[in-house]
Nanobody, 127 residues
Framework: QVQLVESGGGLVQAGGSLRLSCAASGRTLSFYATGWFRQAPGKEREFVAG????????YYATSVKGRFTISRDNAKKMVYLQMNSLKPEDTAVYYC????????????????????WGQGTEVTVSS
């Protein structure tokens, strides 16, 4: 089992940057692929970015590619999402999620593949 706690959300103007953090506790983090998802009011939860357990493979939603960067530090049990050039449409609650995939480079964009979730952190981008 792994427990996840997000932080770093807040209010930022369009064009600005935020860095979200996800602190993990429990089992060895490198056993888990991790992802960031977001959910805006009235919309379904959507994939933002994912990274394999070793950090060697990452994958991004088209809407954030080139603006967001996912990274991880397994020794510190941390996962990060650096968000640059933020747009009002990035406004959402952002969730960190983990999927048990030991010795795998796979990264899934489906929320159904992730069985551990944080409580979310809210990001608001003003125009």
């Amino acid at each position: 089992q792994v427990q996840l706690v997000e932080s770093g959300g807040g209010l930022v103007q369009a064009g600005g940057s935020l860095r979200l953090s996800c602190a993990a506790s429990g089992r060895t983090l490198s056993f888990y692929a991790t992802g960031w998802f977001r959910q805006a009011p009235g919309k379904e939860r959507e994939f933002v970015a994912g990274i394999s357990g070793s950090g060697g493979n990452s994958y991004y939603a088209t809407s954030v590619k080139g603006r967001f960067t996912i990274s991880r530090d397994n020794a510190k049990k941390m996962v990060y999402l650096q968000m640059n050039s933020l747009k009002p449409e990035d406004t959402a609650v952002y969730y960190c999620a983990a999927s048990f995939r030991p010795a795998s480079s796979d990264v899934s964009s489906s929320p159904h593949e992730y069985d551990h979730w944080g409580q979310g952190t809210e990001v608001t981008v003003s125009s």
